[in-house]
Nanobody, 121 residues
Framework: VHLVESGGGMVQAGASLRLSCTGS????????MGWFRQAPGKDREFVAR????????DVAESVKGRFAISKEDDPNTVYLQMDNLEIEDTAVYYC???????????????WGQGTEVTVSS
């Protein structure tokens, strides 16, 4: 399984970014996909998840109302729309995939390489 993320960058507080991630590989099929993030000196933190069909999704309380996870035509591609970014959102954002539904990072088998998001004042 191979996960490729894109869309990170440096923005000012209040701005928006959209991350995307596409999964591929001979065993990649009908996986739940999601996003975690890791800020400097902190543990990895659940951000959002969505099931393969895109019918079920949720986001962490810390980003609710500002972030949204979605899919469009390709069920193997997931998006994370991040609005009204705050300095505390600065982190490396990782795309994840697994057959299970969890908010625990240890459960997720497949991780992307990460994309950096930096929010400044």
């Amino acid at each position: 399984v191979h996960l490729v993320e894109s869309g990170g960058g440096m923005v000012q507080a209040g701005a928006s970014l959209r991350l995307s991630c596409t999964g591929s590989g001979p065993t990649f099929a009908r996986y739940t996909m999601g996003w975690f993030r890791q800020a400097p000196g902190k543990d990895r933190e659940f951000v959002a998840r969505i099931n393969w069909r895109g019918a079920m999704s949720d986001v962490a309380e810390s980003v609710k109302g500002r972030f949204a996870i979605s899919k469009e035509d390709d069920p193997n591609t997931v998006y994370l729309q991040m609005d009204n970014l705050e300095i505390e959102d600065t982190a490396v954002y990782y795309c994840v995939a697994d057959s299970r539904w969890s908010v625990q990072p240890a459960v997720w088998d497949y991780w992307g390489q990460g994309t950096e998001v930096t929010v400044s004042s």
